[in-house]
């Protein structure tokens, strides 16, 4: 093979590869013996044929053509590994000719990460104060959470409970036709259109009311937005929340039970403020990174950028199937070309990229690693919380490669950011470092760059939860 390199840079080499006809012999004569098999040619058998004859009844075009799906890969593998380039995922290949063949690869490289002097950064942790009006709100929204609602013969008041037939129409169409539906009227409640809940408030059971309400201009039916929707309402009945008194029996009923008030709100001030140091974390691990960022600079081939823009696309497309839609359709609704929304996403898929490569430079620098025995015991520790009948499927969705690597990559980002916030606030012992080395990591091909996904998430989605839940659990 002639081998020549067109560019060489920090991030990126350019290869032309010529085959001679040695090389391609290989490949062409595993070429015959697929091709044989498929071809029928009078007189015999399939994969009997001689490779002359084979060659001869379909031409050899057709030999070279089945045989570059991995003459190019094999080869370019070969060169790599003579040439001591280690790709940091897979090249971008061009055919240039196929007789003989010769081809085209640009060979992105490990990223040129340099961190700065992110030792010096310094951020102070603010204090959390819990403030006796936080904890009496949370006790009013357990009162309120744990009180049944109960008919009442009163006109209706925000932040009731009412049964209701609903009906509007918006020049002539019937956009709404809900029979005994239930709605809690609130100020800040913009449903179906802002002040519904108005037009409510003072009705009595067994009212009827008819009102109009414009339709905001962002309304998803572009024909509707900006007219006017007539309601007709029924109110059926209307409910109230009995709530109970703040004392020591209303403690004993909250989640698993607590012996007095007294208890219940020294636990409800211990959670608000694990809560504060938790959103401190956050906010400190999030105002390192971008004070990181700021010293940090970063050259990257074109190619890694263009891959974490595809997996950002691909990302959307999955999402978008998950909610029975297409990409096709979602970009019609959006009035947007495929061009258009990946021009759109760009910016973010840089961040997005530049965000782990500093994370990863971060890791070798800071000599963090995960094993084996982390991520079993960060599997263990998901089973342990979910028990009951999904225990079994848990285990088993989480004992394969893919939720290994997944689980593997959010210890990291989490040991990572924890290391990170230690240095910022000149806390911590200080790792020992690694050898010197030019690359960040060792190479890891494509699989490397596909993991940017997961630069600041942690694994699986959290449920959504109240306030009172939150500070009771």
Same mark, same amino acid.
């Given at each position: 093979?002639? @081998?020549?390199?067109?560019?060489?840079?920090?991030?990126?080499v350019t290869l032309t590869i010529s085959m001679d006809a040695d090389d391609e012999e290989p490949y062409l004569n595993r070429s015959y013996k697929r091709v044989a098999s498929r071809?029928?040619?009078?007189?015999?058998?399939?994969?009997?044929?001689?490779?002359?004859?084979?060659?001869?009844? =379909?031409?050899?075009?057709?030999?070279?053509?089945?045989?570059?799906?991995?003459?190019?890969?094999?080869?370019?593998?070969?060169?790599?590994?003579?040439?001591?380039?280690?790709?940091?995922?897979?090249?971008?290949?061009?055919? =240039?000719?196929?007789?003989?063949?010769?081809?085209?690869?640009?060979?992105?490289?490990?990223?040129?990460?340099?961190?700065?002097?992110?030792?010096?950064?310094?951020?102070?942790?603010?204090?959390?104060?819990?403030? $006796?009006?936080?904890?009496?709100?949370?006790?009013? $929204?357990?009162?309120?959470?744990? #009180?049944?609602?109960?008919? @009442?013969?009163?006109?209706?008041?925000?932040?009731?409970?009412?049964?209701?037939?609903?009906?509007?129409?918006?020049?002539?169409?019937?956009?709404?036709?809900?029979?005994?539906?239930?709605?809690?009227?609130?100020?800040?409640?913009?449903?179906?259109?802002?002040?519904?809940?108005?037009?409510?408030?003072?009705?009595?059971?067994?009212?009827?009311?008819?009102?109009?309400?414009?339709?905001?201009?962002?309304?998803?039916?572009?024909?509707? #937005?900006?007219?006017?929707?007539?309601?007709? /309402?029924?109110?059926?009945?209307?409910?109230?929340?009995?709530?109970?008194?703040?004392?020591?029996?209303?403690?004993?009923?909250?989640?698993?039970?607590?012996?007095?008030?007294?208890?219940?709100?020294?636990?409800?001030?211990?959670?608000?403020?694990?809560?504060?140091?938790?959103?401190?974390?956050?906010?400190?691990?999030?105002?390192?990174l971008e004070e990181i960022k700021k010293l940090a600079k970063i050259e990257a081939s074109e190619l890694v950028y263009q891959r974490e823009l595809d997996l950002m696309y691909e990302?959307?497309?999955?999402?978008?199937?998950?909610?029975?839609?297409?990409?096709?359709?979602?970009?019609?609704?959006?009035?947007?070309?495929?061009?258009?929304?990946?021009?759109?996403?760009?910016?973010?898929?840089?961040?997005?990229?530049?965000?782990?490569?500093?994370?990863?430079?971060?890791?070798?620098?800071?000599?963090?690693?995960?094993?084996?025995?982390? /991520?079993?015991?960060? =599997?263990?520790?998901?089973?342990?919380?979910?028990?009951? $009948?999904?225990?079994?499927?848990? +285990?088993?969705?989480?004992?394969?490669?893919?939720? +290994?690597?997944?689980?593997?990559?959010s210890l990291m980002n989490r040991k990572i950011m924890a290391r990170l916030v230690e240095i910022v606030q000149g806390s911590g012992p200080a790792n020992p470092a690694p050898e010197?080395?030019?690359?960040?990591?060792?190479?890891?091909?494509?699989?490397?760059?596909? $993991?940017?996904?997961?630069?600041?998430?942690?694994?699986?989605?959290?449920?959504?939860?109240?306030?009172?839940?939150?500070?009771?659990?």
């Amino acid at each position: 093979m002639n @081998v020549t390199k067109d560019s060489v840079t920090a991030t990126e080499v350019t290869l032309t590869i010529s085959m001679d006809a040695d090389d391609e012999e290989p490949y062409l004569n595993r070429s015959y013996k697929r091709v044989a098999s498929r071809v029928r040619i009078p007189g015999f058998r399939p994969g009997k044929a001689p490779r002359s004859v084979v060659e001869s009844h =379909i031409g050899r075009e057709a030999l070279v053509h089945e045989a570059l799906e991995f003459m190019i890969p094999e080869s370019l593998d070969q060169v790599l590994k003579d040439e001591d380039i280690k790709a940091f995922m897979e090249p971008h290949l061009e055919v =240039i000719d196929t007789s003989p063949v010769s081809f085209k690869a640009v060979v992105p490289l490990e990223p040129v990460v340099d961190l700065g002097d992110f030792q010096s950064i310094r951020l102070e942790r603010e204090p959390v104060e819990v403030t $006796d009006e936080q904890v009496d709100h949370v006790l009013e $929204d357990l009162r309120f959470e744990a #009180a049944p609602w109960e008919p @009442v013969e009163r006109p209706l008041a925000f932040g009731d409970l009412v049964s209701m037939n609903v009906k509007g129409t918006i020049e002539g169409d019937e956009v709404i036709d809900d029979n005994g539906i239930d709605f809690i009227p609130a100020m800040d409640n913009n449903l179906p259109f802002p002040g519904f809940s108005v037009y409510l408030e003072g009705m009595t059971e067994g009212q009827s009311k008819e009102f109009a309400l414009p339709v905001p201009d962002d309304y998803p039916q572009e024909k509707y #937005a900006g007219k006017d929707c007539n309601f007709s /309402v029924e109110v059926l009945a209307i409910k109230e929340k009995n709530l109970a008194e703040l004392d020591d029996e209303f403690a004993k009923g909250v989640r698993e039970g607590f012996e007095s008030l007294e208890a219940l709100t020294d636990h409800v001030r211990q959670r608000l403020n694990d809560e504060g140091e938790a959103a401190e974390t956050r906010r400190l691990e999030q105002s390192s990174l971008e004070e990181i960022k700021k010293l940090a600079k970063i050259e990257a081939s074109e190619l890694v950028y263009q891959r974490e823009l595809d997996l950002m696309y691909e990302e959307r497309e999955r999402s978008l199937r998950n909610q029975r839609m297409d990409m096709e359709l979602y970009l019609s609704y959006a009035g947007q070309t495929e061009e258009e929304l990946r021009e759109q996403m760009k910016p973010q898929a840089e961040e997005r990229l530049n965000t782990m490569l500093l994370l990863r430079k971060l890791a070798d620098v800071e000599n963090i690693e995960i094993s084996d025995e982390d /991520v079993e015991a960060e =599997i263990s520790n998901l089973i342990s919380t979910t028990g009951g $009948d999904s225990e079994a499927a848990m +285990k088993q969705a989480l004992n394969t490669d893919n939720a +290994k690597e997944s689980i593997r990559s959010s210890l990291m980002n989490r040991k990572i950011m924890a290391r990170l916030v230690e240095i910022v606030q000149g806390s911590g012992p200080a790792n020992p470092a690694p050898e010197e080395s030019t690359d960040t990591t060792e190479s890891g091909g494509p699989e490397d760059s596909s $993991d940017s996904s997961d630069a600041n998430q942690e694994t699986g989605p959290e449920e959504e939860s109240s306030p009172a839940e939150e500070a009771t659990e």
